[in-house]
């Protein structure tokens, strides 16, 4: 086995159904026994398509014309049961809100087993073996509701390990987590990779793998065209990696995304006489009377003592972009929620820069808007130009258009706004936060699951925002993100603000450690 | 890939499961017998730090036991069946404490201290207050404490029944009563899909606010739509995210299907059991015209 190679694809092409180009074409891969293997490239490079050769769901679920052969594992993908392979290969997604079939930890880690048949009580021992090996005894038996991000992708990888397949198939799977949930999800795979394990990671960020993997892939449009050993793609020259369109490799290089924020003076201008000393900042931040003043936060699920968000007070600069950041389950979100005013229970008041009038929840409902993390659930109508038009103050189609001109998105008018690419989507979402005429817009994890290009093309989005004088506040845990795009930083830590500093040099350096460390570490 | 075909997916799961419980009742015999007693108290502790019974305290029986005593206790507190004699009102009052004593060894000891409170509150009430209270207050105390006397044991059984069984378990026993498809399909899709559907519905509904008053203004018929399709789009969605997932793990692999649910009748089950048949036996009893 181990000369041939554990997966295999000899001149694979794959055109899925009702699509005239093919995803992939010419496709040759051989990958041994044991091997931690990253497939990189832009969005719509062919990395999900080869994903799914592998666990099977190309071609039996997904149809389309299939050529060349896989194999994995010693069986022939195409000719074999999916269920089959199922016992072969084991797959953790993207989305842990789509991918967990019970509701509780201890059901999701029998489900594989019970349907490959094995007798209860192996499947007890394997949960407990696998339980221990990931560290969640903790959580078997609590309702998967409960946990959080990371706590998810744990147990999705815990329970595809039960039955125990010697192939693992990771399909994007940090773009929901924070720093320290990928710090655990590195410790996981590097486990299993110690257990012998062979894995395919398909993934867009990639400074939390370079020292995981063994052999990378690079494709563009459906072939690897270059293949580099781990050593290789760790002293990737930087020009080179960027004109790949890859994301940074090193923590170091995240710094460097100041670059599109670009020339900008906008934290030059915050930054004036600051240190880099945390207070220091706070207080240039708050002097300066461009700013909106963020007054006794607080928000308290019901029945529960614990203060989930408590800010006395902070300053969000008035036309910049200001970046929330901090762990998942920090506040972060419930932050967002409460300055757009959609919680009854969140008390505390909003101050308007010049005018000083104090903004209550129902007045922030009309001068903030939200573009959602699932921009799914704000698309109502029929096709993108209705979409600007329902989220305009007083319909005006000739506006509408001019906004739509303005982001580019021109050509999508009458496009139904569900045709589009997640991308499109989002800045369809986007453009129609500009037509809302609302003075502050919040941004909710605008960059999970994005590659660079699409990245950049937000980050420089939200920086043309801010030059038509908005303020934007992104929620987001994406340092790469933060750094390209916003001008200052608010940490959220425990519902409390932790440190709020301008992004200049050394805040860059600071953030990026920050939202690293745990892998770092 | 539709939300009836990934219902339909369910339910193919769902058979599966059915046909294979009795496989699962060989296989925890079969191992049972083979293993011997030594290990019986290793895979006790295997189950111990599986997670199984964490939550369920000392008192765990299976979901058919539970059915069959809240169906007791509707029947005999809810709807007074066996009417006024002497020993259905002692039946009645026993029955009343027993959700009391399910929820103390369950885990839900402030339920359980809370309802035991409220009874003892209430017959405290009804002895002491009642007879000195006359004209529409005394009969307003009457009222109110009869019909709480008489909802609150079967809603705290239900709610014990609610807070100790698993979706698994449930729809695994209610497979076993040959309850049909039709009934534990929905079951098994409404566990799995309805929180989803809500948190989708709440976002859709932060989003519509967001977007402000318009929608308040008489565009019921628009209203509806902006509200329904993005719901069904993003159902859709998740369900067809959901299948590939479920598929990857060998849904469908064969026509059998084990399960870990502990579902099996145990001494406990036929202590409860028998003293629900107690309380019928009583009730026949009294309708014959032997007891009082």
New interface residues.
């Given amino acids: 086995m181990s000369d041939t190679g554990i997966i295999r694809c000899d001149n694979v092409s794959f055109t899925y159904a009702n699509v005239e180009t093919p995803s992939i074409t010419g496709f040759d891969c051989e990958i041994h026994a044991g091997q931690v293997v990253l497939l990189c490239g832009d969005s719509g490079c062919g990395k999900t398509t080869v994903t799914r050769l592998v666990n099977g769901l190309v071609p039996h679920y997904f149809e389309g014309t299939l050529t060349g052969r896989v194999s994995v594992d010693g069986l022939d993908v195409a000719s074999s049961e999916l269920a089959e392979l199922g016992k072969h290969v084991g797959t953790v997604f993207q989305n842990p809100k789509s991918q967990f079939f019970t509701l509780d930890v201890t059901g999701e880690m029998a489900f594989g087993c019970e349907n490959f048949t094995m007798p209860p009580d192996d499947i007890r021992a394997s949960i407990a073996r696998e339980a221990q090996r990931f560290d969640i005894e903790h959580l078997l038996g609590r309702p998967i509701d409960a946990l959080s991000g990371g706590q998810k992708q744990k147990v999705a990888c815990a329970s595809v390990c039960v039955p125990d397949p010697p192939i693992l198939v990771f399909d994007e799977p940090s773009s929901n987590l924070d720093a320290t949930a990928i710090g655990e999800l590195a410790r996981a795979i590097s486990l299993l990779k110690k257990h012998g394990k062979t894995i395919l990671i398909a993934e867009h960020r990639l400074y939390w793998l370079a020292n995981l993997v063994d052999q990378v892939m690079y494709m563009r449009d459906g072939q690897i065209v270059r293949t580099l050993s781990a050593d290789e793609f760790r002293s990737l020259p930087d020009h080179e990696r960027q004109a790949m369109g890859l994301r940074p490799v090193h923590v170091e290089d995240i710094e460097d995304f100041a670059s599109v924020r670009g020339g900008d003076s906008a934290n030059g201008e915050i930054a004036d006489g600051d240190t880099g000393d945390a207070t220091d900042a706070v207080h240039s931040n708050t002097d300066t009377a461009e700013a909106y003043q963020v007054e006794h936060f607080a928000y308290r699920y019901q029945h529960s003592r614990n203060v989930v968000l408590d800010i006395a007070h902070a300053a969000i600069a008035a036309g910049r972009a200001t970046a929330i950041t901090g762990l998942n389950g920090a506040g972060k979100s419930t932050f967002a929620r409460c300055l757009q005013g959609l919680d009854r229970r969140c008390r505390g008041t909003l101050i308007e820069p010049q005018t000083g009038r104090s903004l209550r929840r129902k007045q922030r409902l009309s001068s903030c808007f939200t573009v959602m993390q699932d921009v799914n659930c704000e698309l109502f109508c029929e096709s993108v130009l209705d979409e600007i038009v329902l989220a305009q103050p007083q319909e005006n189609k000739s506006v509408a258009l001019d906004v739509l001109r303005r982001l580019d998105l021109e050509a999508f008018a009458d496009r139904h706004p569900l045709s589009l690419s997640g991308g499109q989507k989002q800045r369809v979402a986007i453009a129609a936060a500009l037509a809302s005429e609302r003075p502050i817009i919040i941004l909710d994890e605008p960059t999970s699951g994005l590659d660079l290009r699409h990245m950049r093309q937000v980050a420089s989005m939200v920086r043309s925002l801010t030059h038509m004088g908005r303020t934007i506040v992104v929620v987001t845990h994406d340092p790469e993100f933060a750094i390209a795009a916003c001008d200052a930083n608010i940490t959220l830590e425990q519902g409390r603000l932790a440190e709020a500093y301008p992004l200049d040099a050394a805040g860059d350096q600071r953030l990026a450690a920050r939202l690293t460390a745990p892998v770092a570490a | 890939m539709t939300i009836s075909s990934a219902a339909s997916e369910v339910a193919g799961m769902q058979r599966?499961g059915g046909a294979?419980t009795d496989?699962?009742e060989r296989?925890?015999r079969?191992?049972g017998k083979a293993?011997g007693g030594a290990t019986v108290a290793a895979?006790g502790s295997?189950?111990a730090?599986?997670?199984?019974p964490?939550?369920r305290g000392l008192l765990w029986c299976d979901p058919r036991t539970k059915i069959v005593v809240v169906f007791t206790l509707g029947c005999f507190c809810l709807t007074l069946a066996g009417g006024d004699a002497q020993s259905m009102i002692i039946v009645r009052r026993l029955l009343a404490f027993a959700p009391a004593l399910l929820l103390l060894f369950t885990r839900r000891r402030g339920a359980g201290i809370g309802y035991a409170l409220c009874l003892v509150g209430f017959w405290l009430v009804a002895t002491f207050v009642l007879p000195h209270v006359g004209g529409p207050i005394g009969w307003l105390i009457y009222a109110s404490v009869g019909m709480m006397t008489q909802m609150l044991p079967a809603a705290m059984g239900a709610y014990w029944m609610l807070v100790t069984t698993?979706?698994?378990e449930l729809i695994g026993a209610l497979q076993r009563m040959h309850v049909p498809l039709p009934i534990t399909v929905p079951i098994a899709v409404m566990?799995?899909f309805l929180?989803?559907a809500l948190a989708?519905q709440r976002?859709?509904n932060?989003?519509?606010?967001?977007?402000?008053v318009?929608f308040g203004g008489g565009k019921v018929g628009q209203m509806l739509?902006?509200r329904v399709?993005?719901l069904m789009?993003?159902s859709v969605?998740?369900a067809d995210?959901?299948?590939?997932?479920?598929?990857?793990?060998?849904?469908?692999?064969?026509k059998?299907?084990?399960?870990?649910?502990r579902i099996g009748f145990h001494t406990i089950d036929m202590l409860m059991l028998l003293l629900c048949a107690a309380c019928y036996i009583a009730w026949g009893l009294t309708a014959m015209g032997i007891l009082q």
Wanted: charged share 20%; glycine share 8%; aromatic share 6%.
């Fill in positions: 599966i294979g496989r699962t296989a925890e079969h191992s293993i895979a295997a189950c730090a599986s997670g199984m964490s939550y698993t979706a698994s566990f799995r929180p989803v989708e976002a859709i932060d989003a519509m606010r967001m977007r402000g318009r739509e902006y399709v993005p789009t993003n969605r998740i995210e959901l299948t590939q997932s479920a598929l990857t793990r060998g849904l469908g692999y064969d059998h299907r084990t399960s870990i649910a």
